[in-house]
T-cell receptor, first 112, second 115 residues
Framework: SQTIHQWPATLVQPVGSPLSLECTVE??????LYWYRQAAGRGLQLLFYSVGIGQISSEVPQNLSASRPQDRQFILSSKKLLLSDSGFYLCAPRGRPPYEQYFGPGTRLTVT | AQSVTQLGSHVSVSEGALVLLRCNYS??????LFWYVQYPNQGLQLLLK??????LVKGINGFEAEFKKSETSFHLTKPSAHMSDAAEYFC?????????????FGAGTRLAVHP
């Protein structure tokens, strides 16, 4: 079974500051990896996904970026945070068919 | 494009009552379907999944869902609600276009259980 680590668990950052959220996955190899965001009172928004090292697909144009430097590591970054970046960020690797996704514990980001 | 509709953003039931959370999908091909549950400040947990093996799918915590192709529905039920079932529930469909690379989620239904 997979274990998904996300850190930090919570983060409070001022507007205009940089961001780095990290996700690592154990118990699987070469997974598809996904970043989602949940803004307050809203559903899940897919931000990025990756099918392999160095391969990133962006779903929403915004001031966030993602990178996948290693097979089981997925990083979400920003150079300058906006108030609208506040939310709950979830990392999710994809399983085998039927391709359900397994979610990490999440990072709560508050931009002040 | 695939879409998932969850009817009712909020559902309230009494403890011991039937839970029914509705999900309809749009798909031109047989999809894979999922229900997830999210407790406050936690990630999503997979409740159950439909893979075409059986139309009635049993999941964890006493939940089950029935796939009805003619109605394009995948409603989630539980015969008797428990206080611990209070959470947000998401229905999702695996999009076959692009090699099942994405899950399409509904907007979620928040379930409240009162004594």
């Amino acid at each position: 079974s997979q274990t998904i680590h996300q850190w930090p668990a919570t983060l409070v950052q001022p507007v205009g500051s940089p961001l780095s959220l990290e996700c690592t996955v154990e118990g699987t190899s070469n997974p598809n990896l996904y970043w989602y965001r949940q803004a307050a009172g809203r559903g899940l928004q897919l931000l990025f996904y990756s099918v392999g090292i160095g391969q990133i697909s962006s779903e929403v144009p915004q001031n966030l970026s993602a990178s996948r430097p290693q097979d089981r590591q997925f990083i979400l970054s920003s150079k300058k945070l906006l108030l609208s970046d506040s939310g709950f960020y979830l990392c999710a690797p994809r399983g085998r068919p039927p391709y359900e996704q397994y979610f990490g514990p999440g990072t709560r980001l508050t931009v002040t | 494009a695939q879409s998932v509709t969850q009817l009712g953003s909020h559902v309230s039931v009494s403890e011991g009552a039937l839970v029914l959370l509705r999900c309809n999908y749009s798909s031109s091909v047989p999809p894979y379907l999922f229900w997830y549950v999210q407790y406050p400040n936690q990630g999503l947990q997979l409740l159950l999944k439909y893979t075409s093996a059986a139309t009635l799918v049993k999941g964890i915590n006493g939940f089950e869902a029935e796939f009805k192709k003619s109605e394009t529905s995948f409603h989630l039920t539980k015969p008797s609600a428990h206080m611990s079932d209070a959470a947000e529930y998401f229905c999702a469909v695996s999009d076959p276009t692009g090699g099942y690379n994405k899950l399409i989620f509904g907007a979620g239904t928040r379930l409240a259980v009162h004594p």
